[in-house]
Antibody
Framework: QVQLRESGPGLVKPSQTLSLTCTVS??????????WSWIRQPPGKGLEWIGY???????YYTPSLKSRLTISVDTSKNQFSLKLSSVTAADTAVYYC????????????????WGQGAQVTVSS | DIQMTQSPSSLSASIGDRVTIACRAS??????LNWYQEKPGEAPKVLLY???NLQSGVPARFSGSGSGTDFTLTISSLQPEDFATYYC?????????FGQGTKVEIK
């Protein structure tokens, strides 16, 4: 059974860079076929998809964060990472990593596995 | 970006009630629509994918329908463990977008 686990600092100062890593077990990122995403949830609010990375390194970022965002993959460590620069209080959220899969006999992706979430607070 | 709008934002219901949550897309997304359940302190969990396909292990009281722009999640008989927040999400194209959520509370 696949498991994802987020790790990284829980407190980041304004204007600095937020960095998180997602470690995957029970599946190999390099096997392909799945997309690996970051999703966040500000306090008391809904879910916001941030972006994804494919095993090849191909990425897609949500337009509102694109100028500050880098998502990368390290297949040797079976990890993918998020870096968000120039953070403000608006970036305070629980950050989830998730696997997006394509079920057999279907062309419709969905998020089937999620990490437990990492609380990141932006504050001086 | 495709905007997803859920209604209602919250509802109160009793055990055994039939509950319906609506989700509307700002453009046609065929049946590229997924439903998730989120409980406090837990990660979201997929209930249905491709609008009407029940994820393995999800109780049959959950069902989904719709195509194009209008979709529905139905819980046929609400159980205590179903009190949670429900989100729809489109997978038609990136950026993947979620509805704002519907909180199901105990009446």
């Amino acid at each position: 059974q696949v498991q994802l686990r987020e790790s990284g600092p829980g407190l980041v100062k304004p204007s600095q860079t937020l960095s998180l890593t997602c470690t995957v077990s029970g599946d190999s990122i390099s096997s392909g076929g799945h997309y690996w995403s970051w999703i966040r949830q500000p306090p008391g609010k809904g879910l916001e998809w941030i972006g994804y990375v494919y095993y090849s390194g191909k990425t897609y970022y949500t337009p509102s964060l694109k100028s500050r965002l880098t998502i990368s993959v390290d297949t040797s460590k079976n990890q993918f990472s998020l870096k968000l620069s120039s953070v403000t209080a608006a970036d305070t959220a629980v950050y989830y990593c998730a696997r997006e899969v394509l079920p057999a006999a279907s062309d419709k992706y969905y998020f089937d596995s999620w990490g437990q979430g990492a609380q990141v607070t932006v504050s001086s | 970006d495709i905007q997803m709008t859920q209604s209602p934002s919250s509802l109160s219901a009793s055990i055994g009630d039939r509950v319906t949550i609506a989700c509307r897309a700002s453009q046609s997304i065929s049946n590229f629509l997924n439903w998730y359940q989120e409980k406090p302190g837990e990660a979201p969990k997929v209930l249905l994918y491709a609008a009407s396909n029940l994820q393995s292990g999800v109780p049959a009281r959950f069902s989904g329908s719709g195509s194009g722009t209008d979709f529905t999640l139905t819980i046929s008989s609400l159980q205590p463990e179903d009190f949670a927040t429900y989100y729809c999400q489109q997978s038609y194209n990136a950026p993947k977008t979620f509805g704002q959520g519907t909180k199901v509370e105990i009446k």
